[in-house]
């Protein structure tokens, strides 16, 4: 049964209130007794114990990450996914090492699984004040590589499931380096969410070694299987590049960034902070070649919405507000590669 089903006894709801009174809880209290209430409804259904030693645990280390990548809330931070299997001597450790020192030398974070192999290369590559790690615990894999323990920089989960949402959740950036079932599932998700508009447009660099043809051969299978099954479309793999050099990496993830900065639904408008105002000539242009992405209307420039207004979210940023069509989402992407190329960006 669900929550809606047995509802929270109103004393219950009002002791609650009142131990987020005395806890001191003054912030997001309405979300607070939500996760109490949901507990205690759980409790009500009768919940099996595995079920909620499954919920506890998750919630447990969610919060133990949050508090791990609260401090640098502000800071860029990329993901790098690969293989724990890679040696040290393999060109993709190298690679891996390389082009995380080339984002950390920008002001990057690096976050990994934390684990051997391309885990390690990257954290070595930054350096422990560049690095923070999500590890798993495994019979195989118990301990976080010496980097990100040598700083206390990493939280160890459980469940895979709660790691690949904070591994993805922070992060402005992704590069993969080949790997096996699980450096793919992690590639995979981040195309679905990407795909789907369940994630916010990101870069995402399949980084291959130099000559190396693991990611030329996906692409290969993307367009020869997938695509003509019609299973997705033509261009959703336009979203990624395929690369074996460490520059073309890292400026395709600073790049990303040149000019747009953040988005916004407000109801049935999207809103698209920018770093420059777009000129006239400039906005007509995009409509002209994005008008198939619109459900209706045009792009147009705007101030801060009231909304926005009200929370004071990113108020000095220049705005442009369009109605999207949902069907279009997953090629929001071209939108704001055409946004990072035009000539009012910044250099």
């Known amino acids: 049964?669900?929550?809606?089903?047995?509802?929270?006894?109103?004393?219950?709801?009002?002791?609650?209130?009142?131990?987020?009174?005395?806890?001191?809880?003054?912030?997001?209290?309405?979300?607070?007794?939500?996760?109490?209430?949901?507990?205690?409804?759980?409790?009500?259904?009768?919940?099996?114990?595995?079920?909620?030693?499954?919920?506890?645990?998750?919630?447990t280390e969610m919060r133990a990450a949050f508090r791990l990548f609260a401090p640098y809330e502000d800071v860029p931070k990329v993901t790098i996914f690969g293989s724990a299997r890679t040696k040290p001597d393999d060109p993709l450790y190298r690679q891996a090492a390389d082009v995380a020192a080339a984002l950390a030398a920008q002001g990057w974070m690096i976050v990994t699984g934390a684990g051997p192999g391309i885990m390690q290369a990257a954290a070595e590559g930054a350096g422990p004040g560049h690095s923070l790690g999500v590890s798993i615990r495994?019979?195989?894999?118990?301990?976080?590589?010496?980097?990100?323990?040598?700083?206390?920089?990493?939280?160890?989960m459980k469940y895979f499931f709660t790691r690949k949402l904070m591994l993805v959740k922070e992060s402005r950036g992704f590069v993969c380096v080949p790997g096996g079932f699980g450096t793919l599932d992690e590639m995979?998700?981040?195309?679905?969410?990407?795909?789907?508009?369940?994630?916010?447009?990101?870069?995402?660099?399949?980084?291959?070694?130099?000559?190396?043809?693991?990611?030329?051969?996906?692409?290969?299978?993307?367009?020869?299987?997938?695509?003509p099954s019609g299973v997705i479309s033509p261009r959703d793999f336009d979203r990624v590049l395929v690369t074996d050099s460490v520059e073309a990496a890292a400026a395709e993830i600073?790049?990303?960034?040149?000019?747009?900065?953040?988005?916004?639904?407000?109801?049935?408008?999207?809103?698209?902070?920018?770093?420059?105002?777009?000129?006239?000539?400039?906005?007509?242009?995009?409509?002209?070649?994005?008008?198939?992405?619109?459900?209706?209307?045009?792009i147009e420039r705007?101030?801060?919405?009231?909304?926005?207004?009200?929370?004071?979210?990113?108020?000095?940023?220049?705005?442009?507000?369009?109605?999207?069509?949902?069907?279009r989402v997953g090629h929001l992407h071209r939108l704001v590669r055409a946004l990072n190329a035009l000539p009012s960006a910044p250099g």
């Open 1 to 59: 049964m669900s929550e809606s089903t047995i509802p929270i006894p109103p004393p219950v709801a009002e002791e609650l209130r009142a131990a987020i009174d005395t806890a001191g809880i003054a912030r997001n209290v309405d979300l607070v007794a939500r996760i109490l209430a949901t507990g205690i409804g759980l409790g009500m259904d009768g919940t099996d114990r595995l079920d909620l030693k499954i919920t506890t645990a998750a919630l």
């Open 138 to 156: 495994l019979p195989f894999e118990e301990k976080p590589n010496a980097v990100v323990g040598a700083n206390a920089r990493n939280v160890a």
């Open 188 to 227: 995979f998700e981040l195309l679905t969410l990407q795909q789907t508009g369940k994630a916010e447009p990101t870069p995402i660099v399949l980084l291959d070694e130099p000559g190396g043809a693991f990611w030329a051969g996906l692409g290969r299978f993307v367009n020869d299987c997938l695509v």
């Open 254 to 298: 600073t790049g990303f960034w040149r000019n747009y900065d953040s988005l916004r639904w407000v109801g049935g408008r999207l809103v698209l902070r920018v770093k420059a105002e777009p000129t006239d000539a400039e906005v007509a242009a995009l409509n002209d070649e994005f008008g198939d992405l619109l459900a209706a209307g045009r």
């Open 302 to 327: 705007t101030g801060p919405l009231r909304v926005e207004r009200e929370d004071h979210d990113r108020l000095d940023l220049p705005r442009l507000v369009l109605r999207l069509n949902q069907f």
